[in-house]
């Protein structure tokens, strides 16, 4: 079992930047790709960004690519989602998934993914 929790939410203004965290505990970090999805009041979860289980991989959505960054830290069990110049389009609540074991590869799919977080609020005030 995996636990996850974001954090790093809030209020912003356009144009600024954030920073999500994603703390892991339970199993074996390393073991897993990780992603971020969102999902704005009245809208399917979206794909945001995914990592590979050893960091050298990244995949990101159209909507967000060149804007975003994603990293892990492993020693700390902490994924991270930067993203810059933020607009009101990217308020959402965000959420960080942990594919299950042997899923070493970041996809886009939010099927691909055993274990989530409960969500982290951002806000993009224009």
């Known amino acids: 079992q995996v636990t996850l929790v974001e954090s790093g939410g809030g209020l912003v203004q356009a144009g600024d930047s954030l920073r999500l965290s994603c703390t892991a505990s339970?199993?074996?970090?390393?073991?897993?790709?990780m992603g971020w999805f969102r999902q704005a009041p009245g809208k399917g979860r979206e794909f945001v960004a995914a990592?590979?289980?050893?960091?050298?991989?990244?995949v990101f959505a159209d909507s967000v690519k060149g804007r975003v960054t994603m990293s892990r830290v492993d020693a700390s069990n902490t994924g991270f989602l930067e993203m810059n110049d933020v607009n009101p389009e990217d308020s959402a609540v965000y959420y960080c998934?942990?594919?299950?074991?042997?899923?070493?590869?970041?996809?886009?799919?939010?099927?691909?993914?055993?274990?989530w977080g409960q969500g982290t609020q951002v806000t993009v005030s224009s």
């Open positions: 998934a942990a594919r299950a074991p042997g899923g070493a590869t970041p996809v886009d799919t939010d099927y691909s993914y055993r274990y």
């Open positions: 339970g199993r074996t970090f390393r073991n897993y790709a």
């Open positions: 990592i590979s289980y050893n960091g050298r991989t990244t």
